[in-house]
């Protein structure tokens, strides 16, 4: 199971919506599917080049482990090594901060992940959450 | 100047559209940015997972060499071991075939360029022209 | 939609005793998700140490490109420079020759791939069919 | 010496009968030859996707350095930086905690290395040892 192109519009949508509600700085939301695998993407006007690459390592880490991004932080300030080990075998695609949150259906299976970065870490995890709320999943920030 | 979010959201969706129209298979749709970034992607229900790199590979060699796909693949047919060495200095990133479309003003400035993968190069990069057409600018298949 | 741990270790087993009645040198067998990871693998004593990365770029491919692997052999035979880009861009973990099995429900759905080594492609190919078949799925190989 | 693909399926199997008896979450089980290449692995069910390079990370790392997993992470938190070289002239592939165990004959000799991921390293470590007394080998982990 997966999520649908539709879901994961309305995902980003609902997500850059809540951003300009909070009056962040331009975002970026990607959402991955249960393979780690690109579905939709788009960055805000005025969001840097770069920030595909951060959104997505947001994502790829948490569906690769199967670990929100809050999770992936704690793990990295309890054990570097590890987390830079890890890196090392997605091929230094994991980043693994807040903003990388799990795409759970109702019954805990994970359907994918959404990665959100622009501003602080709190804050693109907030937004991927409206989005995710916004398609009646759960998220796991 | 680039690609807004707004022009690259219709590029895609007018690209897709044509992809039914057509009947095409599933597609996937990608925007760089005039320094090759990513700004938007989407990847239809039903389409290979594997398809956001294609999709990339396809519009960044059009945005790093300032060639279309046509005239990339003219070229790699022409001289196989230049575009295996552009690729090299790429970091294997360019698809060199039809379906990575230059993106120019009215005035031939490079915008960015569409990447469209899924169904032959051709129709692949039939799509793209119909998306970039829909917002007023200039496709170089 | 993806495939069991029960599943891949009797496709696996089939093919494997597949080769043993047709006689064929050692094989390796790979079975992938629908996101292209690995499930399950199994390697035959006295095959060579390397087997596992041949049988994972066959199935690889597979499921990333949705084409099984005489599909994609005949794109390369058509269009070198293409399948060695698509390599570039899959950071060269495609192997793109018969061997390489689709996994379809009855619906047609891509499940995964199966990827076996060891013998000829076809011979390859055909054991992988054979475990595919025991478990009621179809393979496109 | 090595393992045969017999042991190799006894290992796997046993360490997942372990982690059930255990109630642990869904694991994923490596066995690699005593060059550090691939005899098998399963995954089992609810697993994330990404499980097959941490297990193979944790085991690979034993046989290229002949230390276990706990041997590893002293050293890497010693001293992280030398582990850090060692991932980068192992191409970023050694995963150094336990759950990495040494298969050793009853003299000692190495005939590869166990890699267990999925619930915390000391209980994937457990499963990997449960695996490799079933088959009367002698696990360092």
Chains 1, 2, 3, 4 share one sequence.
């Not at 959100?116 to 995710?132: E, F, M, P, R, W």
Request: proline letters at 3%; aromatic letters at 4%.
């Amino acid at each position: 199971m997966t999520i649908s192109l539709r879901r994961a519009r309305t995902i980003i949508r609902k997500a850059l919506e809540k951003g300009r509600e909070l009056n962040l700085k331009p975002l970026s939301v990607v959402v991955l599917d249960a393979g780690g695998h690109v579905q939709a993407f788009e960055r805000e006007d005025g969001a840097a080049p770069g920030r595909f690459a951060i959104a997505h390592g947001k994502a790829y880490g948490a569906v690769m482990l199967g670990m929100s991004g809050s999770a992936q932080m704690a793990r990295a300030e309890q054990q570097a090594y590890f987390m830079a080990a890890v890196n090392g075998v997605y091929g230094g695609q994991v980043v693994p901060v807040p903003g990388g949150v799990l795409l759970r259906d109702k019954k805990g299976a994970v359907l994918g992940a959404v990665g959100v970065t622009g501003d602080t870490s709190d804050n693109d995890a907030a937004a991927a959450l409206a989005g995710i709320e916004a398609v009646g999943l759960v998220g796991e920030a």
